[in-house]
Nanobody
Framework: QARLVESGGGLVQPGGSLRLSCEYS????????IGWFRQAPGKEREGVGC???????YYSDRLKGRFTLTRDDVKKTLLLEMNSLKPEDTALYYC?????????????????????WGQGTQVTVAS
């Protein structure tokens, strides 16, 4: 069974940077997609960025250019580099995986396509 463990959240000032990490276990399928989602209070969960096992990526249009994904298949880690952070980036950030190929090979940021989720890590952007 897939396992996802997030780390790296915290409090950061506006304009600052933060790196989130997701450690994942081996998936039973080679056709998977893994990515980051976020959910702010009172808002729907939204896709931040996702990457497929063959390297295709999806980024939210609103976040493209500030957020970057990096996947290390040897260490089984997915990193999310977040730059120029804004107060509206404050949310609970989740790592998620589509292990049955719903979005493979072209990742999408629709949360209902992802079947495994981590516990989340809080990111707060404030002065």
């Amino acid at each position: 069974q897939a396992r996802l463990v997030e780390s790296g959240g915290g409090l950061v000032q506006p304009g600052g940077s933060l790196r989130l990490s997701c450690e994942y276990s081996d998936f039973s399928s080679h056709y998977y997609v893994i990515g980051w989602f976020r959910q702010a209070p009172g808002k729907e969960r939204e896709g931040v960025g996702c990457i497929s096992s063959n390297g295709n990526t999806y980024y939210s249009d609103r976040l493209k250019g500030r957020f970057t994904l990096t996947r290390d298949d040897v260490k089984k880690t997915l990193l999310l580099e977040m730059n120029s952070l804004k107060p509206e980036d404050t949310a609970l950030y989740y790592c998620a995986a589509d292990t049955v190929g719903r979005t493979w090979p072209t990742p999408r940021g629709d949360f209902y396509d992802y079947d495994f989720w981590g516990q989340g890590t809080q990111v707060t952007v404030a002065s």
